[in-house]
């Protein structure tokens, strides 16, 4: 699809695993948005929306949302798990155009994967005078520093690591992360908040490999190489492992204009 990198298509093969093994999203993080944005949000548009987890959260706000993702696999999945009122639509970000403005647009796990070129102009377009941007993730990363180099270790063969990098090169010790970086220098946006939700989960081994199914790093991979590391990462674990998955949390107003 025009304009939508190779990789950001790769999870429709694993739709179902993501929805199985992904942690939804809590209700602190719609109460935090919906805080921040101080009046009534009535209207959504979701960016790559993928399986709906976040979509579910703010449509259990009574908040009219329209999910929008490139991957018809995705879609399908998202389907299933959605309130029927959910607008559904398959579209990359860049294919989206301003014929309607919402109150509230928001990308979960998703924004990494837009063009630069025009991103702040596009986000403010499709937002109402005021309205709120947010997005949200985070890595899943194992809690104990052992297992976690032991896993490295595991598939150091085929990855020298699985995680994104930041986008526009921002530091991970930076008090402002990315997209906070962009949207503080956008001239789109004004009051940049960045948050942490901080979460740990318990997971059991098999459970821990089906979340790395999911990452677009492995799916890269050819599909017997990509059961090579899968094995080799199993065969390192203990039954079960602790997971850091906490959510940062970037919010922003759209000025009047830039």
């Known amino acids: 699809m025009l304009g939508v990198p190779g990789r950001a298509l790769s999870f429709g093969a694993a739709a179902r695993a993501y929805e199985r093994f992904r942690p939804g999203y809590p209700e602190e993080l719609a109460d935090l948005v919906l805080a921040y944005a101080g009046r009534p949000v009535r209207t959504a548009l979701e960016i790559g929306a993928g399986t709906g987890k976040a979509t579910r959260l703010f449509a259990r706000r009574g908040i009219a949302v329209t999910a929008t993702d490139p991957d018809p696999a995705m879609l399908a999945e998202l389907r299933r798990h959605v309130p029927a009122d959910v607008r559904v639509r398959q579209a990359a970000f860049e294919q989206l155009r301003a014929d309607e403005r919402h109150d509230l647009v928001y990308a979960a796990a998703a924004l990494h994967w837009t063009a630069r070129e025009r ?47 930041s986008p526009d090169g921002t530091p991970p010790a930076a008090r402002m992360q990315w997209p906070g970086t962009e949207l503080r220098a956008s001239g789109w946006f004004t009051d940049v908040r960045q948050s942490e939700i901080r979460r740990r989960v318990t997971v059991s081994a098999d459970d821990y490999v089906g979340v790395l199914s999911t990452v677009s790093a492995y799916l890269e991979l050819p599909p017997h190489v990509r059961q090579q590391v899968f094995d080799r990462i199993r065969d390192v674990l203990p039954g079960t492992v602790e997971v850091t998955a906490d959510v940062t949390v970037h919010l922003a107003r759209r000025t009047s204009q830039p």
């Open 119 to 165: 991103r702040w102009e596009r986000i403010a377009g499709l937002l109402t005078p005021d309205g709120v941007f947010a997005s949200f993730g985070g890595p899943l990363r194992l809690t104990d520093p052992a297992v976690r180099d032991a896993v490295a270790a595991a598939r150091s063969a085929y990855l020298a690591d699985d995680e994104i990098p």
